[in-house]
């Protein structure tokens, strides 16, 4: 009986073929609406996942100043020495490596081109916070770093702009920095554009005494870099930091921190429950076109049954049980909102690879809310469907065949 009833069903359907599809467009419209919405979300979730790791995992960054975001307060406060790099390595437990970086914003020329790009000072432990990979060439030697030679290993977008030549063919091509040359020693793999916009690639990393002495000439240290052993307590190891640091600033139990720790784990945890709270919020109000969809079907239902009131009346009147009537137009009615479904995730896929390569985050299919987005599809048709079959069923056969 249910095959049947089926059939009838989806005989009506193909039978008011332009009706149905209107029927159904609020039902595709909400479906595809919300698996769209959810797929970029957990696309953009990823990227910006994809992003933070870029930085490096388990990394803390320690920046002076006593607070960050815009406006931080940064005037006076002191910056970090190398002292403070061999104290952190030396005194700090859970600690891997840790990074000094001195940073300035210089034009490059090479090969009569200029290119504005980024000076970053440091030392062979920055590859490693940073998770830089070189796509040819080497990091620096020992001597280098402790003679401050001029040497440097560039980004790809310093690569491309300035030399043009494939990544092999820059070694050992010189640089000109300022009033010095320096010689390329390696070229990074590319990395492409931060989660803050900017390109990763264009830059150039040079042993930190040597930006010290020819264009900082200072002996300040910035930025510290901490990467922390796996398994290690960020919170704990803060804590020793945020002493460590206190006792060598010389700040008595009153003062106030006079630098930031970044736990850049904790930031990419933030962004990504802030992006899936979005995404939430988004595919909550998708959702509404579904509710809207439910209500289209009522109301063409209600219709069709008026319309088919004499035949009602005559299955009535040859022995159909009021159940029988119910389970047919409610069947009618999950068919309808069930094939709205199945078009709608059509339409989501489609659309969500194309978005997704439109605003570059990845695609991220995620069948529970596909499976989610047909099941209440189909609750749809059977909340919304089951007044108009219970119309339906409750008719007077005798009425219903004096219908005109």
């Known amino acids: 009986m249910l095959l049947n009833t089926l059939l009838l069903a989806l005989r009506e359907i193909r039978r008011n073929l332009l009706r149905s599809f209107l029927t159904i467009l609020g039902i595709v419209i909400g479906v595809s609406a919300v698996i769209t919405m959810v797929t970029l979300g957990n696309g953009a979730t990823r990227a910006v996942q994809q992003q933070i790791a870029a930085l490096g995992t388990n990394l803390l960054m320690v920046m002076p100043g006593q ?121 990074l793999l590319s990395k492409g554009q931060s989660g803050m916009g900017g390109d990763q690639d264009n830059m150039v990393i040079m042993p930190l005494h040597t930006v010290q002495r020819r264009i900082s000439g200072s002996q300040r240290v910035d930025v510290l870099l901490v990467s922390l052993q796996d398994g290690s307590d960020s919170e704990r190891v803060k804590a020793s930091l945020t002493h460590l640091l206190r006792e060598r600033r010389k700040l008595s139990d009153t003062d106030e921190d006079n630098f930031n720790i970044l736990d850049t784990r904790q930031f990419a945890d933030a962004m990504a429950g802030t992006t899936q709270v979005m995404t939430m919020l988004l595919g909550a109000v998708a959702g509404v076109s579904l509710l809207v969809g439910g209500i289209g079907i009522m109301n063409i239902m209600l219709v069709s049954v008026t319309e088919r009131t004499r035949e009602i009346g005559i299955r009535l009147a040859i022995g159909a049980l009021e159940r029988e009537v119910l389970l047919q137009f409610l069947i009618e009615a999950v068919a309808l909102a069930a094939l709205g479904g199945l078009i709608g995730i059509a339409l989501a896929t489609l659309a969500s690879l194309l978005l997704a390569g439109v605003m570059q985050v990845p695609y991220v299919f995620d069948p529970g809310i596909n499976v989610l987005s047909f099941a209440f599809s189909a609750v749809i048709g059977v909340v919304f469907g089951y007044f108009p079959a219970r119309r339906a069923a409750r008719l007077d056969p005798i009425e219903a065949l004096r219908h005109e």
Do not use: H, M
């Open 67 to 187: 607070r960050l975001g815009p406006g931080r307060s940064s005037a006076g406060a002191p910056t970090f020495k190398e002292a403070d790099v061999e104290a952190i390595r030396q005194q700090i437990g859970g600690v891997s490596v840790v990074a000094p970086q001195l940073s300035s914003s210089v034009t490059l020329v090479a090969n009569g081109r200029n290119w504005s790009s980024t000076i970053n000072g440091t030392s062979n432990e920055y590859f490693v916070t940073n998770n830089w990979k070189l796509a040819a060439g080497r990091r620096f030697e020992t001597a280098e770093e402790r003679a401050g030679s001029a040497v440097c290993v560039i980004g790809e977008t310093v690569r491309r702009e300035l030399f043009g030549a494939g990544a092999a063919e820059v070694l050992g091509q010189p640089l000109r920095i300022k009033n010095f040359s320096c010689e390329v020693v390696g070229v």
